[in-house]
């Protein structure tokens, strides 16, 4: 993996902060023994979030968000999917960064992760630790020791904390997407879609080319979207006046599957019918959907397509798509 040149940014600078009890704390090597309270220690969480948010806009593109008294900091890493976040534990003596996935392509995007492990791991200081839950559920983190409390020693964790956030942001970007900057609207074709989706995604080229092939290919037609943000297409079937699409491609990386509008269609309205869709869908290699998304627009990243053996089994479910439309 190609690890992202910075310049070295500034130091960071610390805000004394501020006891409950209406005292400044002095920095020293141990607040602890200065008597700080359990009450404190919100304060104290405040008062780290806000000088890390300060040394963060300063030094690094990952957005923080507002400081609070929690023991976590959300971040914006224009990532498709996903979440980041910062913790810092007191009781543990800890901080970390989590990547955490809790939405219904949960499954699909955890699975295609683990099988780039060695690739989204190679990028960071120590191995994170990847935690397999339950329920759309999982987690990777990594972390080291850290001290609420150790005044002097938050702009070492400040620093800490950025480098592993940048480092989950280029990884990730390479693997589930990367949201593009926002634009002016306009009516995007094949050259423009193309080189936003190589800019910013190149990674998804491959299997976006196979899929606008495809649809060039079977007679279908391409409706380009119009979006300020994502430049998108869709290989619509039309029949009967209604234009049947159930993909739609994206420049952050991402395939939508378009389960909501087809449940307004003549073919696809009963349920059973998208589950159908849904179940060939999820025998594509990673693909792991709860039912619920067949009233959804659930998305997944492009590059869960980009090996021949998966994206061959996503055109076989197109083949049937159009044939199923075409026949009814």
């Given at each position: 993996m190609i690890k992202?040149?910075?310049?070295?940014?500034?130091?960071?600078?610390?805000?004394?902060?501020?006891?409950?009890?209406?005292g400044s704390v002095q920095g020293s090597s141990s607040l602890q023994a200065q008597g700080v309270g359990a009450a404190s220690v919100p304060q104290l969480r405040r008062d780290f979030w806000r000088s890390f948010k300060h040394y963060m806009e300063d030094s690094s593109s990952v957005r923080c968000a507002r400081a609070t008294t929690d023991g976590w900091m959300w971040h914006n890493a224009d990532l498709t999917t996903g979440n980041l976040l910062s913790m810092i534990r007191v009781r543990l003596g800890e901080i970390s960064v989590k990547y955490t996935l809790n939405d219904a392509d949960a499954d699909t995007v955890f699975s295609f992760l683990r099988a780039h492990r060695q690739e989204a791991d190679a990028g960071f200081e120590q191995a994170p630790t990847w935690r397999p839950g339950g329920a759309n559920s999982h987690v990777v983190e990594i972390r080291r020791p850290g001290d609420l409390l150790d005044f002097e020693a938050w702009p070492g964790q400040f620093g800490w904390l950025r480098r592993q956030l940048e480092t989950f942001q280029l990884a990730l970007w390479s693997l589930v997407g990367?949201?593009?900057?926002?634009?002016?609207?306009?009516?995007?074709?094949?050259?423009?879609?193309?080189?936003?989706?190589?800019?910013?995604?190149?990674?998804?080229?491959g299997p976006a080319n196979a899929i606008l092939d495809w649809?060039?290919?079977?007679?279908?037609?391409?409706?380009?979207?119009?979006?300020?943000?994502?430049?998108?297409?869709?290989?619509?079937?039309?029949?009967?006046?209604?234009?049947?699409?159930?993909?739609?491609?994206?420049?952050?990386?991402?395939?939508?599957?378009l389960f909501r509008q087809l449940s307004n269609s003549p073919v696809f309205h009963e349920t059973a019918r998208r589950l159908d869709a849904l179940e060939r869908l999820n025998r594509v290699?990673?693909?792991?959907?709860?039912?619920?998304?067949?009233?959804?627009?659930?998305?997944?990243?492009?590059?869960?397509?980009?090996?021949?053996?998966?994206?061959?089994?996503?055109?076989?479910?197109?083949?049937?798509?159009?044939?199923?439309?075409?026949s009814s």
């Open positions: 992202r040149q910075m310049a070295s940014p500034p130091a960071p600078v610390v805000r004394a902060p501020v006891d409950v009890r209406g990367r949201v593009p900057p926002g634009g002016e609207r306009r009516h995007w074709d094949q050259e423009s879609f193309l080189r936003e989706l190589c800019t910013w995604n190149p990674a998804s080229l649809a060039l290919a079977h007679g279908a037609i391409v409706s380009w979207g119009s979006g300020r943000q994502c430049g998108s297409f869709s290989p619509t079937i039309p029949n009967r006046g209604f234009p049947y699409q159930l993909v739609s491609i994206r420049t952050d990386g991402t395939v939508v599957l290699r990673y693909f792991a959907l709860p039912d619920t998304v067949v009233d959804l627009r659930p998305s997944v990243p492009l590059n869960v397509l980009a090996d021949d053996r998966s994206c061959t089994q996503f055109l076989h479910v197109l083949d049937w798509f159009r044939d199923t439309v075409k």
